[in-house]
């Protein structure tokens, strides 16, 4: 088996690139050409694997790609993901995580169209959301230039799969973290906050709003479901969540709690935080990936706070010394 993954530099990227070589696949990783390589996250996975230089937006380079890798699953993971950005670059944002995607579908149409291909879709794309829970049925209401982006994104998926027969899947993913999420988002920028604080390396955290609920995940639960979803028959969307959630006042309390502290005393709001258009409720229906693909999440909220916070904990005492 041969896997190619876009954005396997990322969170997921290095996450799903573990699970496919634990279970013997050839993994085949584009990563885009910049002046500052950052592999931090794959370093001790490089050896194993074969990257190579590409770009969503370049079609030929996506085509030569997929020639030479010749891959049996394409997972599409790459995208400019941070949600704040896209208020200030939306036209980039539409650009890789819209265009993007119907570029590298095309170079599957046009090389080989038995590849199987997922689609990193995101619970964004639910925005002002028109029911709770949401499911695969529920409408969307983006209310960012990326959760638009997004919605663009799953359709061609769908649109590809239904004009040219190809096995495209869209995992709906709510928020999903780890140790290795990026430090501009809220939950990494939290547990961070929280070491350098216990450290004394800080003594404030200044956060947006903290009444923002979401349905938090740990990342290495959600790759497997991203796995399950190219090994059916038939492809589909599958939301993929805890069915849980919480508020950011909730993962601030835990995380400095964890450490004996009461976030009162050190957390202050900041209005540069603040989006344009809020999200104020994401609560995932996974009964139908659960049915469907055997899946289940494995780490709780509390494991997932808990181990962000103790990997951050390590990370900055050692660079304390």
Excluded: C
């Amino acid at each position: 088996m041969r896997a190619l993954i876009t954005g396997i530099t990322g969170q997921d990227g290095s996450y799903l690139a573990e699970l496919l070589l634990s279970k013997g696949y050839e993994v085949t990783g584009m990563v885009r050409r910049s002046s500052t390589e950052s592999n931090q996250r794959i370093a001790h996975l490089q050896d194993k694997i074969n990257l190579v230089q590409g770009d969503l937006l370049d079609q030929l380079s996506l085509i030569n790609i997929i020639e030479e890798a010749k891959p049996v699953e394409v997972y599409n993971l790459a995208a400019q993901s941070f949600v704040p950005t896209s208020w200030n670059q939306p036209t980039l944002t539409a650009e890789y995580d819209a265009v993007g995607v119907t570029k590298l579908l095309e170079a599957i149409r046009y090389t080989d169209k038995s590849i199987r291909f997922y689609q990193a879709s995101s619970s964004e794309m639910f925005g002002k959301v028109a029911e709770t829970p949401q499911s695969e049925r529920t409408p969307f209401y983006p209310r960012s230039p990326y959760g638009v982006a997004k919605v663009y994104g799953h359709f061609i998926t769908i649109n590809y799969r239904e004009s040219f027969g190809i096995h495209a899947s869209s995992g709906i993913l709510f928020n999903h973290e780890s140790p290795r999420r990026g430090l501009e988002f809220v939950t990494r920028k939290i547990t961070d906050g929280v070491a350098r604080i216990k450290l004394g390396l800080a003594d404030k955290l200044a956060l947006g709003t903290l009444d923002a609920r979401r349905d938090w995940g740990f990342a290495g639960d959600y790759v497997d479901a991203m796995w399950r979803m190219l090994q059916q028959d038939e492809p589909d969307n599958y939301v993929i969540a805890t069915g849980e959630t919480h508020s950011v006042r909730e993962f601030v309390a835990a995380a400095f709690g964890y450490v004996n502290l009461d976030y009162n005393d050190y957390v202050v709001k900041d209005p540069r935080f603040m989006r344009p258009a809020e999200v104020d409720l994401l609560l995932g229906d996974a009964s139908y990936a659960k049915k469907n693909l055997d899946w289940e999440t494995k780490v709780s909220f509390k494991g997932l706070v808990q181990m962000m916070v103790d990997s951050d904990l390590k990370l900055l005492a050692s660079e304390k010394k």
